[in-house]
């Protein structure tokens, strides 16, 4: 008869004749499993995001280096010009122009940081890069100011029939001129020690 009782007992009549305890410990067990495979997802998410980083930091540094090589090819000359410039010696060859770097790069760096991955990096490194990267926009609105201007100059100068005096452009915007260079002169310091300092953490990490 109590095996027939049994059978006739509905599953949920037989769920609660289950000692508590028991039940505590299945849920329990799910939870914890849960819980464990969240943590290994979002483990696992955190070390993609790292190597990410360090992709987009090794992308941002042969940038820097790429920077690097043009400006130790442009300061060099327009050093050079703007000292003739304002001793008065004659600037108006090819050879003797103030060339702006108007081709430095920020695009690895704009990817670093509007995809999130800045949130992986040391926060010195980035707090320097950040300032590093305003230094070289500064730089940039400077160039396309003065290369406005000579424009402007230009069509003026064509509308009237005339030829545009490159030498007395370089005088009138010399001031112009040697804030470019004093900028580039700091951005050669900048990058450097900014290309030393990504070079030091990857040879940490893989330490």
Known sequence: MNEAAEEASTPAERTRSRPVGRIALEIFSIVLGVLLALAVSEWQEQQNNKERAATALGNVRAELQ??????????PNNSRVVEAISSGENANSEDEMVVPGVQLRSSAWQTLT???????????????????????????QTAYSVISANMNMSATATALGSSIDNDLFSKNFLAYFQMQVQIEAALLDEHQNAIETIDQQQSDIQQ
């Open 66 to 75: 790429s920077n690097l090589d043009l400006l130790n090819i442009i300061y």
């Open 114 to 140: 509007t995809t999130g991955l800045g949130n992986y990096i040391d926060y010195d490194l980035l707090v320097g890069l950040s300032q590093l990267y305003a230094m070289i926009d500064v730089y940039r």
